[in-house]
């Protein structure tokens, strides 16, 4: 076993770190406020190269493994970079384009991915639906196939980067009798194709700098050569594809979330005086800090112990959802503590500890909710009896 | 002898107040949470209605509630909207004061002007560098004549600036530290003004200030109680005002329970609805649990009030928990409503929002350990 970055990897962290707090955590304040989207921002992490880590250079990306894209997002964080932002990336360059390089035809990666690495191309993933949150395989959007389109019929809710989105991975039902064994496929729909809408901006508690929205597919025709991976089989597909990737590497923002909360606890705590000595000093305040430290580093290598089993080719579905569970509660503890720690001041919108409590909130309910993932690791624990 | 019933005039009180919230409160709870405006009518409404000064005895003008029923109707108003009920509930805090430490003529004088019409009143005891340590408050007081000069600037002050009347803690005498802190009943007017408004997580409807004194010139007949005496009465009105938070934080807990459980019972998952599986049920065990735990706690916390008996130690644990608990419910519901308690069009995101100060205020639920730890160690 090995716990040592190699110096490459400690210069990139320290990189995107210094990028995030410089270039980003400045303006997260108005753009939360107003529920807007930092397009600067955008333009910034996809000029350095961010959105493309992973995807291998002819299809213009870096080639890069999944541990040093971990690494990427967990600095992302660490320097107080926009949890909202960081999401926005996720759902463009993780969860809707990773299933387009694992399962997409040489003409869909040509097509796609370039502009998706380069951020001129913005992806979303559509599974979630009004009555399927959790129970995902109850999707009711249909997709009937006709002459050489699809028929898209549905509507898709909470879909982040729905209303700035290029393209979406759509996930719908090609036979309703198959249901999840063979009857769920996948696709790829751009935003002019006919029957395509953006329904209502959703207004949300935190990451509110990500947009998020209803996708409506009213007669939606989609060319069959947009059909991804294999009619029937899609949903199974992206799900194998793309689930480790977005329990590892799109809470690795959280991981230096918490990092970045550290710090500002450190520094509030030392420098807080109350009944004439630093706070830093009550143990009740100490012990706080002790506690978080230990729910970051836990988190941490939760985090890239999954990106490493994927760079070495292991299957990693119950580490991945015990580090998304993991990761997502202790980030949200650690912006309960961050808020409790710097008080009156904490709740106020002034700091950015209470943004972040706001923002951790979302880790356990999207993606899986806490719940999925407790189903998920003790079925797998429990296996057939 | 032991009595778990409410009075029949309490549970007559304990409607009119779950009405008023139910009609007055609730319809524009998203609307102000949203604006983070003041609502100006609804202190009109809450007069009209009789539910302001709740524990201000009726030869004052008050409702003459025990403080008991004070804080039944104080779980009703927070169940409508936590921040709304906020505006009452500092009303109450900036009053106290003058309820424990007025002379006759005083209470007289100032009841008389705040329960005549609609009226604010603030506390301004918290400072940039005096949170929970209050006993380092820097706003000094002066003698000058037959009057006293403040000069300072308060922070956090729900009701802050806009008061009719607000009891402002300064110094009179800084070698003395909390023994030197003095109480003085401050009117709206010259040498006292808001600062800036606080821009907040929750409790969006109560207005939040800073409170600048500027060599504010109030008459030395506005001190209360004598000089030095302004920490012991600080202390003693924030033991009520930790039972009003546990009263607050049990209405923000059951209406967050009352809406995962409609909810639950309609949501369907895996072709049934979500109540029916036991990660869910569980958690809406845990909040009925709780909130019934609390709600003993705030009461018998008042109760002990009502029957002259020191509540000091009740008050900070019934704070401690009932805001913990609150914050644990409130937090679950979002969870058990998913992605729709993330969005700001369900009220449940704003429940979690607004449990999170009831943790912070009249005291951290730190100090409160603290203040309990001494008294069971001392």
Redesign the interface.
């Known amino acids: 076993m090995d716990f040592e970055l190699s110096p490459e990897q400690k210069a990139w962290f320290k990189e995107v770190k210094e990028f995030a707090a410089k270039e980003i955590a400045p303006y997260t304040e108005e753009y939360d406020r107003e529920s807007k989207f930092y397009w600067e921002g955008w333009k910034k992490i996809a000029a350095l190269g961010l959105i493309g880590l992973p995807f291998p250079e002819e299809y213009g990306g870096s080639g890069a493994s999944a541990l040093d894209t971990a690494i990427a997002h967990d600095a992302f964080g660490a320097g107080g970079g926009d949890a909202g932002l960081a999401l926005s990336w996720g759902a463009s360059g993780i969860i809707g384009a990773v299933p387009i390089w694992m399962m997409g035809t040489e003409e869909q990666k040509k097509k796609y991915l370039p502009g998706i690495c380069s951020g001129e191309l913005i992806s979303c993933f559509g599974l979630t639906e009004p009555d399927a949150g959790s129970d995902a395989a109850s999707v009711q959007t249909t997709a009937v196939r006709k002459g050489d389109e699809y028929i898209l019929n549905g509507t898709k809710m909470f879909i982040t980067n729905g209303p700035i989105a290029d393209l979406s991975v759509v996930i719908a039902v090609t036979d309703k009798e198959k249901g999840a064994n063979g009857g769920i496929s996948a696709f790829i729909v751009e935003k002019d194709f006919e029957g395509f809408a953006v329904g209502k901006h959703l207004d949300k508690m935190g990451n509110r700098t990500s947009p998020t929205s209803e996708l409506i597919f009213s007669d939606c025709r989609v060319p069959a050569e947009n059909l991804l991976g294999q009619e029937g089989y899609g949903f199974y597909q992206v799900a194998k594809a793309t689930l480790e990737w977005e329990r590892a590497i799109m809470v690795a923002p959280a991981v230096g979330g918490m990092e970045a909360n550290i710090e500002r606890c450190i520094q509030y705590a030392k420098e807080r005086k109350q009944f004439g000595q630093p706070i830093a000093r009550f143990q009740a305040v100490a012990f706080k800090l002790a506690e978080m430290k230990c729910l970051l580093d836990t988190s941490r290598l939760l985090v890239y112990r999954v990106a490493w089993m994927k760079d070495q080719g292991m299957e990693a579905m119950m580490e991945a959802s015990v580090c998304k569970l993991w990761v997502t509660e202790s980030a949200f503890k650690v912006a309960c503590e961050a808020v409790q720690i710097f008080g009156g001041y904490g709740y106020t919108r002034e700091y950015p500890v209470e943004r972040t409590l706001r923002d951790t909130k979302l880790g356990l309910i999207g993606g899986g909710t806490s719940e999925i993932q407790r189903m998920i690791i003790s079925r797998m624990l429990l296996g057939k009896f | 002898m032991l009595e778990f019933s409410l009075s029949d005039e309490q549970r007559a009180i304990q409607q009119v107040a779950h009405e008023f919230a139910e009609k007055e409160i609730r319809p524009l709870a998203a609307e102000y949470d949203e604006t983070e405006h003041f609502p100006e009518e609804f202190v009109e409404k809450a007069f009209r209605a009789g539910l302001t000064y709740p524990y201000v005895p009726e030869e004052y003008g008050g409702q003459g509630m025990d403080f008991l029923t004070a804080c039944i109707v104080g779980e009703e108003l927070a169940w409508g909207c936590c921040g709304f009920a906020t505006i009452l509930n500092a009303n109450n805090l900036g009053s106290t004061p003058i309820l424990i430490a007025g002379t006759e003529e005083q209470k007289r004088e100032w009841f008389g002007l705040l329960t005549s019409r609609p009226t604010l009143a603030a506390m301004a005891l918290?400072e940039p560098?005096?949170?929970?340590?209050a006993?380092?408050v820097q706003s000094t007081a002066v003698r000058d004549g037959d009057h006293y000069v403040l000069n300072g600037t308060k922070?956090?002050i729900s009701n802050g600036g806009l008061a009719d009347v607000t009891t402002v803690f300064a110094s009179t005498d800084r070698s003395k530290g909390t023994r030197g802190l003095s109480c003085f009943i401050v009117p709206k007017g010259e040498g006292i003004s808001p600062g800036k408004k606080?821009?907040?997580?929750?409790v969006r409807a109560s207005a939040t200030y800073e409170v600048i004194l500027d060599n504010c010139r109030v008459p030395a007949e506005n001190l209360l109680g004598e000089e030095g005496q302004g920490f012991k009465i600080a202390m003693q009105t924030l033991d009520k005002a930790r039972v009003s938070v546990g009263s607050a934080s049990v209405g923000i807990a059951r209406a967050a329970m009352e809406a995962a459980i409609e909810y639950a019972k309609q949501r369907?998952?895996?072709?049934r609805p979500?109540a029916e599986?036991q990660?869910?049920q569980f958690m809406l065990a845990d909040m009925a649990i709780e909130i019934e735990a609390a709600r003993l706690m705030y009461m018998k916390a008042a109760w002990l009030e009502t029957q002259g008996l020191p509540f000091t130690k009740e008050a900070a644990m019934c704070k401690t928990f009932c805001s913990d608990v609150a914050?644990r419910v409130t937090?679950d519901v979002?969870?058990v409503f998913?992605?729709y308690?993330?969005?700001?069009?369900y009220p449940v995101?704003k429940y979690?929002?607004d449990a999170?100060?009831n943790?912070?205020?009249d005291g951290?639920?730190?100090i409160q350990?603290?203040v309990i730890g001494r008294i069971i160690t001392s």
Request: with cysteine.
């Open positions: 918290t560098g005096a949170g929970s340590d006993g380092s922070c956090f606080e821009k907040k997580m929750g369907v998952q895996f072709g979500v599986f990660a869910v914050m937090t979002v969870q998913g992605g308690g993330y969005m700001r069009e995101e979690m929002r999170k100060i943790q912070i205020w951290t639920n730190q350990r603290m």
